[in-house]
């Protein structure tokens, strides 16, 4: 059973930094893409960032570009998404996400392209 488990969350002030992990199990992770989505209250819930399987090639939304930075440690089966810059509009629970595609040639950017979902984690950035 695939597991994502999301860590680092809490509250910062604007212009702070916070760094997320996603740690996963369940399946070989480096063969897979992983993804960060992020939903406010009252908001669909928004793609943020992707990484490759490979780890080579990244994708972010225009409005953390930038500021926010994807990565992955295959060794360590974990997922992270460094943000700085922080401002009150990022203010979400984040979701990490698998892909559901075995090395999928272009980066998923889509929720409808994952397949495993963490339980998410609470970012509040204050003013």
């Known amino acids: 059973q695939v597991q994502l488990v999301e860590s680092g969350g809490g509250l910062v002030q604007a212009g702070g930094s916070l760094r997320l992990s996603c740690a996963a199990s369940?399946?070989?992770?480096?063969?897979?893409?992983m993804g960060w989505f992020r939903q406010a209250p009252g908001k669909e819930r928004e793609f943020v960032a992707a990484?490759?399987?490979?780890?080579?090639?990244?994708y972010y939304a225009d409005s953390v570009k930038g500021r926010f930075t994807i990565s992955r440690d295959n060794a360590k089966n974990t997922v992270y998404l460094q943000m700085n810059s922080l401002k009150p509009e990022d203010t979400a629970v984040y979701y990490c996400?698998?892909?559901?595609?075995?090395?999928?040639?272009?980066?998923?950017?889509?929720?409808?392209?994952?397949?495993?979902w963490g339980q998410g984690t609470q970012v509040t950035v204050s003013s």
């Open positions: 996400a698998g892909d559901k595609l075995l090395r999928r040639p272009q980066l998923p950017i889509y929720s409808y392209e994952y397949t495993y």
């Open positions: 369940g399946r070989t992770f480096r063969n897979y893409g």
């Open positions: 990484i490759s399987w490979s780890g080579g090639n990244t």
